[in-house]
C-alpha cells in the first residue's frame, strides 16, 4: 500500500495562491493515479482534481478549471496542486488521494489510499 502525506495548506487572502504537496511513500508511485478532493465545513467532500498514472492526463472540477493545475514527479513520488486565483469558495481541508488503478476517478469511493488532509482558509 501507499502511505501520503499533504502539506502547504495556509491562509491566503483572495487572489492569492497557494501550492498543495502530497508526499507519497511505501509501494511504486507511478502504479497509481492521483487525485485531490476537499471538504468545506458542513459539506460532502468534493472532487477537485485528478491525475492519471504518468502525468499525461488530466481532470478538473468546473469549479477550479483555468485556476488550478495538478501535476506529479514520479522520480520524487510526490503530488503538486498549485492554486491560483483562490476564492474564499475555496475555503476546505484538501485530501489527497491514490488508487492502484493507472486510469483517473473522480469519486471518493473509487480512491482507498487517502493522506490526512490539509487546511486551505481563504479570506475575503
Known amino acids: 500500500q501507499v502511505q501520503l502525506v499533504e502539506s502547504g495548506g495556509g491562509l491566503v487572502q483572495a487572489g492569492g495562491s497557494l501550492r498543495l504537496s502530497c508526499a507519497a511513500s511505501g509501494r511504486t508511485f507511478s502504479n497509481y493515479a492521483m487525485c485531490w478532493f476537499r471538504q468545506a465545513p458542513g459539506k460532502e467532500r468534493e472532487f477537485v482534481a485528478a491525475i492519471n498514472w504518468s502525468g499525461v492526463t488530466t481532470n478538473y472540477a468546473d469549479s477550479v478549471k483555468g485556476r488550478f493545475t495538478i501535476s506529479r514527479d514520479n522520480a520524487k513520488n510526490m503530488g503538486f496542486l498549485q492554486m491560483n486565483s483562490l476564492k474564499p469558495e475555496d475555503t476546505a481541508v484538501y485530501y489527497c488521494?491514490?488508487?492502484?488503478?493507472?486510469?483517473?476517478?473522480?469519486?471518493?469511493?473509487?480512491?482507498?489510499?487517502w493522506g490526512q488532509g490539509t487546511q486551505v482558509t481563504v479570506s475575503a
Open positions: 488521494a491514490a488508487r492502484d488503478v493507472l486510469r483517473i476517478g473522480i469519486q471518493p469511493g473509487e480512491y482507498k489510499y
